[in-house]
């Protein structure tokens, strides 16, 4: 039962870090809002995609495109630690997502020394509107602090131009993010932008984290190692210790035997009790696994430490995993056992 | 097969075979017991008096030569029929009880009522009344352990009976037992035969009990080298 519940902490802790690793990347690449991304051919996350500037400009003339604006993205030092900073067009700021100030003002033009930091990022920096802050090296002010309610609250904001001359991508962008007048429209126009910029992919902005999984691809496939490893171990120990549970309980079905009970009901009273115990420990180890996890963060980036994410679907996996292995380590010792001969036992002990 | 007969065996042998090494253990018995008898099988030990009680009880197999349980010839059922047998028709007393320890004395007389699918109400109510008639009602919360031997031996027989069987196979009932206990147990066994009409074979080293059944069979060697049953003279 320890075991299991081992087993199920491993399982869970495992998953859950991954999860959590790609829910905050997928986040972070889904947070920018758009209909249509745009990024250089073959690039897996925008922080290695780069594109010339005036695409969004060849982009902006298709017919139905009601914006194309070039947005950089790029891992900056803000104040001691590193940062997310996106790089974007002050005026497109409200088409592309929607936020709430909680306190200043965003930043409103290509000014330099100024920039709009979420609150997530504010908060784990001790930082507020007004305050003066290092970014890459450079004093700025922060202009205002704002809330989104994802993953961009863990990051800062400054004019495109800014970020340009800052991350020496002068005249290009990691990615454009167009909007359509009409969204039945949308595949027209990304069919036509791949057309008119072979050098791109263009993609709904709904698929940008499709685009990032395979970053986690071999995470994943770590992460399914470890599990199958780990549960090829418990389904051998918790098999020897049935083994050698029955064993000693050997004179006890014995007696079940001469006393009338069939082979399969042998079985069937062996996988109960396993089913049982599986799933007290099942139970045990999703519970230690909740009050585990939630006092454990991982650091995303320097300043963005993020807690653990629970997600309920690895908790049914967890528990389907656990049931599972108590069944099947439960299968040869029942088989085992069910051909116990009682005038052997009865004889000899 | 005679009506009055519940159990005949023909040309019963068996044999144990290890690696090269061969061990009859019984040869050749030929045996008729009547309907609601007590029938003693006495002999010195290793005279193959357990092994023919396995046999008559479906717990093992013969070598050659048959059983027939009314008219059913059990030596040939397969292990589910078999299971069947000895749930329903054959109730067993090990010479060590065979009590499971992890479960109270009720518990233990109602295992085989559970094999067969009872329902809580009736395996607990006819728990009650065999408990009852073999007089250690007081102890169906107690686990094995914390009975004396003659209570173990009662709580096996009660668990024998519990379903109703019509072949009662006792193994050396008394040889745990003090003198006082042997002489409770024979007067159960004699109320239990009027009572609910069961067979008794019991194999037995106990002089008394020999002395005191009219139907005994010496058993030397694993061949039947007197038998004073009843049935013989059929």
Do not use: C
Not at chain 1, 21 to 46: K, T
Request: aromatic fraction near 6%; charged fraction near 15%.
């Amino acid at each position: 039962m320890v075991g299991l519940a081992a087993l199920i902490l491993t399982f869970v802790s495992v998953q859950s870090l991954v999860s959590t690793l790609e829910i905050n990347l997928v986040g972070s690449v889904s947070s920018l809002g758009g209909q249509i991304d745009v990024w250089s051919r073959g690039a897996s996350y925008p922080l290695v995609s780069k594109i010339p500037e005036s695409y969004a400009d060849a982009i902006r003339s298709l017919p139905g495109v009601t914006l194309a604006t070039p947005v950089d993205l790029a891992l900056l030092t803000v104040a001691s630690d590193e940062a997310l900073v996106a790089g974007i067009v002050p005026a497109a700021i409200p088409r592309l997502f929607s936020y709430s100030i909680v306190k200043g003002s965003m930043i409103a033009s290509n000014q330099s020394g100024i920039l709009a930091m979420g609150n997530s990022l504010a908060l784990a920096l001790g930082t507020s509107a007004g305050d003066e802050i290092q970014l890459n090296g450079q004093s700025y002010q922060v202009s205002g602090v704002y809330s989104t309610n994802t993953w961009i609250d863990n990051s800062v904001i400054i004019p495109h131009v800014v970020a340009q001359q800052m991350i020496g991508m002068v005249n290009g962008t990691s990615m454009i993010i167009a909007t359509t007048q009409d969204p039945r429209s949308i595949d027209t126009l990304i069919g036509q932008i791949k057309t008119l910029l072979p050098a791109t992919d263009a993609f709904r902005s709904s698929e940008a984290p499709s685009r990032v999984s395979p970053l986690f691809a071999s995470l994943e496939t770590i992460a399914a190692d470890i599990t199958a490893i780990v549960t090829l171990g418990a389904v051998l120990g918790i098999m020897n210790s049935n083994l050698n549970n029955l064993r000693e309980r050997m004179r006890a079905f014995a007696i079940f035997k001469a006393t009338g009970a069939s082979y399969g009901q042998i079985i069937r009273l062996v996988l109960y009790e396993s089913l049982l115990l599986g799933i007290l420990g099942t139970l045990l180890g999703l519970g230690i696994s909740y009050v585990a996890l939630q006092f454990v963060s991982i650091p995303v980036l320097q300043t963005t430490s993020v807690r653990i994410f629970l997600l309920p679907s690895t908790f049914i996996y967890a528990t389907l995993l656990g049931i599972s292995i108590s069944l099947v380590a439960a299968i040869y010792p029942a088989l085992r056992i069910a051909r116990v001969r009682p005038q052997e036992v009865f004889r000899f002990g | 097969m005679d009506n009055n007969l519940i159990l005949r065996t023909e040309s019963l042998s068996k044999t144990y075979v290890n690696g090269p090494e061969k061990t009859v253990a019984l040869d050749d018995v030929n045996l008729n017991v009547r309907r609601g008898e007590l029938l003693a099988i006495y002999g010195p030990s290793g005279s193959g008096k357990t092994t023919l009680l396995f046999l008559l009880g479906g717990l093992d197999r013969p070598t050659s030569g048959q059983i027939f349980l009314d008219s059913l010839e059990i030596s040939n059922l397969d292990e589910r029929r078999l299971s069947t047998l000895r749930r329903n028709e054959v109730g067993f007393v090990f010479q060590n009880y065979n009590l499971v320890e992890d479960l109270t004395v009720l518990e233990n007389v109602k295992l085989t009522m559970m094999f067969e699918g009872k329902s809580e109400q009736e395996m607990a109510q006819r728990a009650s009344d065999v408990l009852r008639k073999v007089g250690v009602a007081h102890k169906e919360k107690n686990r094995p352990s914390q009975l004396s031997a003659g209570e173990q031996q009662r709580v096996a027989t009660a668990r024998a009976l519990a379903n109703r069987p019509r072949l009662v196979l006792m193994d050396e009932p008394t040889g745990n037992l003090d003198q006082d206990n042997s002489h409770g147990l024979m007067n159960l066994i004699e109320e239990i035969m009027i009572a609910e009409g069961v067979t008794f074979i019991v194999a037995t080293h106990n002089q008394e009990i020999v002395q005191a059944t009219a139907s005994k069979v010496f058993l030397k060697g694993g061949r039947i080298v007197n038998d004073s049953s009843t049935s013989s003279a059929l």
